[in-house]
């Protein structure tokens, strides 16, 4: 008898399947497929906008638990798995909502379709039609297959993503199901794949002419895996050991076709690898079929063949009673929010373990406070010795106050090699090396060391500069008066010693650095303008009373020249003990408050440093952001628990 296959329409026979699927997706095409014409017009009518917004008819035994869903779906979309979710609303629409079951095998699925048509024949009627064209089904083709209830044997080729095969089986419809046929994706844990896979398989749909490819999932309620060598029966009984992501075992069963023993052993439950022999089982429905006196025959055969407890897995769990949730539907929803709950716990875990792991041990602070110590130590004593030496130093002693007659342009040189040769060099570089083990300790708040708040100046080229070689422009009264003349006067500089907390980024640590920058810029030039000053006044005074003293010995004729050079001498004297008592007084001062900024800056940068050791490290706080969302899609979770028990109750 020849198979009649009618052609029906894709947008009749898909509605349910693309209720699932991203509407990025559903308006898809797979290359070499194409739409009848009729489908073409159809999918373009606009619907009215009250079959858009129509209100679903939720039984009101599932409204609670179908709100709580939703709101599940909304506040803890981060954890929970969307698709499952839709999956579940869907089930809840209904009393006797439809129970999906994926059947995983080969990758040329012949195997899989026949343990599915030995899982769906009925054995008391003669092979049916849909049972040949089941098994006559083209094997090139990509897409996994979709088989549903139907009231005449039908195909749909038209979906990019699934072939749908509609059958009058009497499983299917006694019993509301949906088989999905599909190669199986077979990973190790190692690869970050589980048995949740299992429970979303992917519909592969082309995104582009070259070649590459979109997954989109596809839910079920349950799985059965058809295991395929060695590596992949390791794989399964590893994912099978452990009830990970809360998943139960009768959600998801593996089967490897082989002849091994008898498997008569019926009664015992499911194990994680059911071996079963599917040509057994074939011969036994054809021989039942043959004869109905061949009905022992039949029953020692089917149940050798180890697929009774298949046919009872494939089943369990789908009748539909009122007010009475589904218990596959149930198993999804406890299964769904279980992997929520772990995923919080996991994101949790993870928070912890980074706020522990950032906090510094007790033996790394104590390690770098007796560093600290000895850099201090070391510090103190390379200021006093340096200095000491460079204040008895041939250069210092060039600026003594009757050298600065020929000395008082070297001024500022000398006091410039003394602050750079001798003033913490060591000291310096050695706190950027205790600071750089601090750093690597995970001491320093974060943020701290970050490259990217260094400023950098970008020197940008001069658009009005004239090229090489040209001759110079015609000279500007702007040229001619400094741009600065009438300019506000710019702030003074300010003493690292003096910042606060407030005034720096982090914590008030001095730079030995800044602090000799500081001191280059504001204490040497004004020893220079005295020196300068001093050495001036010094020579006015003498020559005005060198002046004063030649004038009165030639305007007066009683006056001696001992008397007039008396007087010379005076001034003299005078304008040369100014110079000498303000200028060691300078001298004096400028040594006192290079010393002492040098024991201030060193005691600064000791007690900072020590309290970022002591202080930092202490652990990165949570985001209550995060914290706020954990606790919703907790909560949310928890209306879901709650509202499925009051259903059972």
């Known amino acids: 008898m020849q198979t009649n296959v009618t052609s029906i329409n894709a947008s009749q026979l898909s509605q349910q399947f693309y209720s699932f699927l991203p509407s ?43 709100e709580a869903l939703g709101t599940a779906q909304r506040e803890a979309a981060v954890y929970v798995n969307l698709s499952q979710v839709k999956l579940a609303l869907r089930g809840l629409e209904s009393e006797n909502g439809i129970t999906r079951v994926a059947v995983l095998g080969d990758p040329d699925g012949r195997k899989t379709r026949r343990l599915v048509n030995a899982l769906l024949a009925d054995p008391l009627v003669p092979e049916q039609d849909w049972e040949k064209h089941l098994l006559s089904l083209d094997d090139r083709d990509g897409r996994a297959l979709l088989l549903r209830y139907g009231e005449q044997l039908a195909i749909d080729r038209s979906h990019p993503l699934v072939r749908t095969l509609s059958l009058p089986c009497l499983t299917l419809q006694s019993h509301n199901l949906e088989i999905l046929v599909q190669e199986a994706n077979f990973q190790s844990e190692e690869d970050g794949v589980g048995t949740q896979s299992y429970l979303t398989p992917g519909l592969e749909t082309p995104i582009s002419a070259t070649g590459r490819f979109s997954t989109v999932a596809y839910p079920v309620h349950k799985a059965l895996v058809m295991s395929q060598g060695h590596h992949t029966i390791r794989t399964l009984l590893a994912l099978r050991s452990t009830e990970k992501m809360g998943i139960r075992e009768d959600m998801i069963t593996a089967v490897v076709d082989t002849s091994w023993g008898n498997l008569s052993s019926a009664e015992a439950p499911l194990r994680p690898l059911n071996p079963i022999n599917l040509q057994r089982a074939e011969e036994a429905i054809s021989t039942f079929r043959k004869s109905v006196d061949n009905s022992f025959n039949y029953e020692h055969a089917w149940f050798e063949s180890g697929l009774p407890k298949l046919s009872m897995w494939l089943t369990e769990g789908t009748e539909a009673l009122p007010a009475i949730l589904k218990p596959t539907i149930r198993r999804l929803i406890e299964t769904l929010a279980a992997n929520a709950e772990h995923a919080l716990e996991q994101e949790e ?106 400023s950098t100046t970008t020197v940008r080229p001069d658009p009005q500069a004239r090229p090489i070689g040209t001759s110079p422009p015609n000279p500007r009264l702007s040229d001619l008066i400094p741009s600065t003349a009438f300019a506000a006067p710019a702030s003074p500089m300010t003493h690292p010693l003096s910042l606060s907390e407030e005034d720096t980024d982090h914590h008030p640590i001095p730079s030995i650095s800044d602090t000799k920058l500081y001191l280059l810029a504001t204490t040497v030039p004004p020893m220079q303008s ?85 202080e930092g490290g202490m652990g990165t706080e949570e985001d209550e952001v995060e914290r706020e969302e954990r606790e919703k899609a907790r909560r949310a979770l928890g209306r879901v628990r709650d509202r499925l028990k009051e259903i059972e109750r």
Not at 40 to 66: C, E, W
Not at 354 to 369: K, W
Not at 561 to 571: D, K, L, N, Q, S
């Open 24 to 66: 990025a997706q559903v308006g898809s095409r797979r290359p070499g497929y194409r739409l009848p014409l009729a489908a073409h017009r159809k999918a373009s009518t606009i619907a009215s906008v009250t079959a858009v917004n129509a209100k679903k008819d939720i039984p009101n035994v599932f409204q609670g638990l179908y």
């Open 349 to 454: 875990t993870a928070q912890l373990h980074e706020q522990a792991s950032s906090v510094v041990p007790t033996s790394t602070r104590d390690t770098l406070h007796f560093d600290l110590a000895t850099w201090a130590e070391s510090a103190h004593t390379e200021l006093r010795d340096e200095l000491d030496l460079a204040f008895n130093s041939t250069s210092w002693r060039k600026l003594a106050w009757w050298k600065l007659f020929w000395r008082v342009d070297d001024v500022s040189y000398i006091l410039s090699d003394i602050l750079g040769r001798s003033w913490l060099l060591d000291a310096d570089r050695g706190i950027i090396y205790l600071a750089g083990r601090i750093e690597q300790a995970g001491l320093l708040p974060p943020g701290s060391s970050d490259p990217d708040q260094i």
């Open 530 to 614: 005295l020196a300068n000053c001093l050495l001036v006044h010094c020579l006015s005074t003498t020559f005005l009373t060198s002046s004063l003293s030649a004038l009165m010995y030639i305007s007066i004729s009683t006056t001696s020249v001992y008397e007039a050079g008396a007087i010379a001498a005076v001034g003299t004297v005078f304008s040369l003990r100014r110079l000498q008592k303000r200028w060691e007084e300078a001298r004096e001062r400028w040594m006192a408050m290079v010393r002492e900024d040098g024991r201030r800056v060193l005691k600064r940068v000791e007690d900072g440093w020590r309290t970022v050791i002591r």
